[in-house]
């Protein structure tokens, strides 16, 4: 099949304020894109999204939502295509990443990471389905490496992420044929702010392809995945070998 031509055709990207989400969104509008910029409270970093898109080629429109709030997260999929027409791509990227050590799991710190990882993308999903079964569309989900490797200190987390894959294969199968719905899982392309130049390159010797990885490269195997038309119920690891070690 030929690969599908995504110029003219319209995504939401949640979390596209800044990081990944950023990156997503202009490689998107370097492919001729209309972006709908999702944010929850970073106004002026998903402005500078929008002008990126737009100056990579594509066009943006920013969109405010606190995906915590299932009704908001089905809300923001109406704005969306509602902004643009209709929907052909959805990328659930927006979300919540916490360290905690085992004992310090309680009942908030289980919801805060399920509900924004798992619970908020199965409803932006199911909101999004209908548009994406008219044009042809598809979802990709931002998992994570965790999911195949789990990191220690971040259980919740781990948890809601091998959740959030397990849901991306289950809707391939409930949304076939009409929508496809993929992963991509980045393992180490960006550091959490505050890591040391020691710590950050000890990381890095543990990649085979290392030292660390780029949310350009996320990006790119997003664009793979939307535009590849016999591919539904996949994960792609980003992680430059890391699960091998």
């Not at 289980?110 to 079964?133: K, T």
């Not at 042809?136 to 998992?143: A, K, L, N, Q």
């Not at 987390?157 to 397990?166: D, E, I, M, P, S």
């Amino acid at each position: 099949m030929a690969a599908i031509e995504l110029r003219g055709r319209s995504a939401l990207v949640t979390g596209a304020a800044k990081r990944v989400g950023r990156a997503i969104a202009v490689a998107l509008g370097g492919a001729g894109m209309r972006v709908a910029v999702h944010y929850n409270d970073s106004a002026s970093e998903a402005a500078e999204t929008c002008r990126r898109v737009a100056a990579a080629g594509g066009q943006a429109v920013a969109l405010s939502a606190d995906l915590r709030d299932r009704a908001a997260a089905r809300k923001l999929v109406d704005d969306a295509a509602g902004a643009f027409g209709g929907l052909d791509l959805l990328v659930g990227n927006a979300a919540g990443y916490e360290r905690l050590a085992f004992s310090a799991v309680d009942d908030a710190a289980w919801d805060r990471m399920l509900e924004l990882n798992l619970s908020a993308q199965f409803a932006l999903a199911s909101r999004a389905a209908p548009h994406l079964a008219t044009s042809r569309g598809s979802i990709v989900f931002v998992t994570c490496a965790s999911a195949t490797v789990p990191y220690a200190n971040h259980l919740p987390y781990v948890v809601a992420k091998g959740g959030l894959r397990q849901l991306m294969r289950t809707l391939a199968l409930e949304l076939a044929p009409g929508v496809r719905v993929n992963a991509v899982a980045p393992g180490t392309v960006l550091l959490p702010d505050g890591v040391d130049a020691a710590l950050a390159e000890r990381i890095g010797k543990r990649i085979p392809l290392g030292p660390i990885g780029t949310p350009e490269d996320v990006a790119d195997a997003v664009l793979f995945l939307a535009r590849s038309p016999f591919i539904t119920g996949h994960e792609i690891l980003v992680d430059g070998g890391r699960n091998l070690t």
